[in-house]
T-cell receptor, first 115, second 112 residues
Framework: GESVGLHLPTLSVQEGDNSIINCAYS??????FIWYKQESGKGPQFIID?????DKRQGQRVTVLLNKTVKHLSLQIAATQPGDSAVYFC??????????????FGKGTKLSVIP | ETGVTQSPTHLIKTRGQQVTLRCSSQ?????VSWYQQALGQGPQFIFQ???????GRGNFPPRFSGLQFPNYSSELNVNALELDDSALYLC???????????FGEGSWLTVV
């Protein structure tokens, strides 16, 4: 089946720098994408979402960009802090019919912030 | 805090046994989904419940079953446990529209 994947499995950044985490998706019919942050031993934490009728959305210190032409998502974190260290997943929504909303996750990118 | 609570947080079972995991969804969320996350992997969709009925299922065998109750809380049951069932089991809740899906902290299951 189609899947969502990530370009880089690990990313190390200096504290205070900006981080960019990339994600490729293959299902052109997907119309909703979510970024999650998962700290060790915890459940995924919702960060930001974007629908396919948008190409950019901003939150607090985070920005998600969507390029539907090349089926690419990115998560930008401004002024990265040690608390941002975690595994980041992008996920796409597949509507499997009858109102069922199935998230398809990639394997994740581990972000390590160097103090 | 997401408002999604799961129990138990950790448990150990023996191969062949049965397990029940529980989830209380966020207030106002009538759709509950369950995911399995193996170590080092992304979560995998097991199934979704809406109005007490299963309305979507991933690639998991029938020994994975569930329930949703009138208050939207849910249970995941796994029969005939196998070693490969060892994983973090995550519950997620959302409104019917599927917007803003929130996860609980998960239940760590170890099968020995």
């Amino acid at each position: 089946g189609e899947s969502v994947g990530l370009h880089l499995p690990t990313l190390s950044v200096q504290e205070g720098d900006n981080s960019i985490i990339n994600c490729a998706y293959s299902n052109s019919a997907s119309d909703y994408f979510i970024w999650y942050k998962q700290e060790s031993g915890k459940g995924p934490q919702f960060i930001i979402d974007i629908r396919s009728n948008m190409d950019k959305r901003q939150g607090q210190r985070v920005t998600v960009l969507l390029n539907k032409t090349v089926k690419h998502l990115s998560l930008q974190i401004a002024a990265t802090q040690p608390g941002d260290s975690a595994v980041y997943f992008c996920a796409e929504i597949e509507d499997s019919g009858a109102g069922s909303y199935q998230l398809t996750f990639g394997k994740g990118t581990k972000l390590s912030v160097i103090p | 805090e997401t408002g999604v609570t799961q129990s138990p947080t950790h448990l150990i079972k023996t191969r062949g046994q049965q397990v029940t995991l529980r989830c209380s969804s966020q207030s106002g969320h009538n759709t509950v989904s369950w995911y399995q996350q193996a170590l080092g992997q992304g979560p995998q969709f097991i199934f979704q419940y809406y109005r007490e009925e299963e309305n979507g299922r991933g690639n998991f065998p029938p020994r994975f079953s569930g329930l949703q109750f009138p208050n939207y809380s849910s249970e995941l049951n796994v029969n005939a446990l196998e070693l490969d069932d060892s994983a973090l089991y995550l519950c997620a809740s959302s409104r019917t529209s599927g917007n803003t899906i929130y996860f609980g902290e998960g239940s760590w299951l170890t099968v020995v």
